[in-house]
């Protein structure tokens, strides 16, 4: 149990266009999700957290009109990367408390994106 | 905010031998230190967790401990194998169930065979 599906696995995309990139709780409900950032070879960067039925809470210097979250259900929430340019290549993953109890985030497969 | 220091950022060792990832935090109200092992690209994997009101957990050949008072944390790995090597993240959290995690840098560990 506890699988957090996260597609696509790869995307190539021109500059300019937007991309979206689901995250899917599987066999839980998670009303809090979140969307991560990693360069290469470095850490995971929070850049927010996605909460059912509501506003997502961007962290500083992450601009909520380039990064758009959408969390309409209780398993599913979506990061659109609009006007995408080559510096906003990277590996994007989300993660989902899959707990109450406990803090077991799980996180989703990942998505590399690339825009040429 | 949280902030999260991660040493040493590359760690070779002999198969066989002991590796220690150490890592400190800032924020006094974090109470659960997850460490994650990552292969290349690939998900974060959670190996262990710790929680404050412990100071020690182990798992077959995974060791954390804690340290609250000198908020440091640290995770053992004993008899390394090659598949051990991978990319280790340690992370902090308040430990409510919508916490956020604030990540170290990582550690990239290679056992030679």
């Known amino acids: 149990g506890a699988v957090v599906s996260q597609h696509p696995s790869r995307v190539i995309c021109k500059s300019g266009t937007s991309v979206k990139i689901e995250c899917r709780s599987l066999d839980f409900q998670a009303t809090t999700m979140f969307w991560y950032r990693q360069f290469p070879k470095q850490s995971l960067m929070l850049m927010a957290t996605?909460?059912?039925?509501?506003?997502?809470?961007?962290e500083q210097g992450v601009e909520k009109d380039k990064f758009l979250i959408n969390h309409a259900s209780l398993t599913l929430s979506t990061l659109t990367v609009t006007s995408a340019h080559p510096e906003d290549s990277s590996f994007y993953i989300c993660?989902?408390?899959?707990?109450?109890?406990?803090?077991?985030?799980?996180f989703g497969s990942g998505t590399r994106l690339t825009v040429v | 905010g949280e902030n999260v220091e991660q040493h040493p950022s590359t760690l070779s060792v002999q198969e066989g031998d002991s590796a220690v990832i150490k890592c400190t935090y800032s924020d006094s109200a974090s109470n659960y230190f997850p460490w994650y092992k990552q292969e290349l690209g690939k998900r974060p994997q959670l190996i262990i967790d710790?929680?404050?009101?412990?100071g020690e957990k182990k798992d077959q050949r995974i060791a954390v401990t804690l340290n609250k008072t000198a908020k440091h944390f640290s995770l053992h790995i004993t008899e390394t194998q090659p598949e051990d090597s991978a990319v280790y993240f340690c992370a902090a959290s308040k430990g409510t169930n919508a916490g956020k995690s604030t990540f170290g840098d990582g550690t990239t560990l290679t056992v030679k065979p």
């Open positions: 993660s989902a408390n899959t707990d109450r109890r406990v803090n077991g985030y799980t």
């Open positions: 710790i929680r404050s009101n412990v």
């Open positions: 996605s909460n059912e039925g509501s506003k997502a809470t961007y």
